[in-house]
Nanobody, 123 residues
Framework: QVQLIESGGGLAQAGGSLRLSCAAS????????MGWFRQAPGKERDFVAA????????YYADSVKGRFTLSRDNAKNTVYLQMNSLKPEDTAVYYC????????????????WGQGTQVTVSS
């Protein structure tokens, strides 16, 4: 079992930036893909971004392309989601996730979820 601990959420103004972190522990595997989903009130949980263990492959939802950047430090089993040019519609609970590969993550075939961290963007 892999445990995921998120941090870095909070309040930002529109146009501002936040960086989320997610640290994996437990039965970590160096081949796991990692990524983020988000869920706004009253909506389904949606894919945001995913990165392969090799860091060669990254995927982003169309709504965040060009504004969010996902990276990972395999030595620390940690991924980072840099969120720039934030918009009020980015307001959601952000969940870190682990999957066998990026395709599995994108299709929400998840091995483990984090507990979630709130991101609120004011206009």
């Amino acid at each position: 079992q892999v445990q995921l601990i998120e941090s870095g959420g909070g309040l930002a103004q529109a146009g501002g930036s936040l960086r989320l972190s997610c640290a994996a522990s437990g039965r970590t595997s160096s081949t796991y893909a990692m990524g983020w989903f988000r869920q706004a009130p009253g909506k389904e949980r949606d894919f945001v971004a995913a990165i392969s263990w090799t860091r060669i492959t990254t995927y982003y939802a169309d709504s965040v392309k060009g504004r969010f950047t996902l990276s990972r430090d395999n030595a620390k089993n940690t991924v980072y989601l840099q969120m720039n040019s934030l918009k009020p519609e980015d307001t959601a609970v952000y969940y870190c996730a682990v999957g066998m590969n990026t395709d599995y993550l994108r299709s929400a075939r998840i091995l483990s979820w984090g507990q979630g961290t709130q991101v609120t963007v004011s206009s």
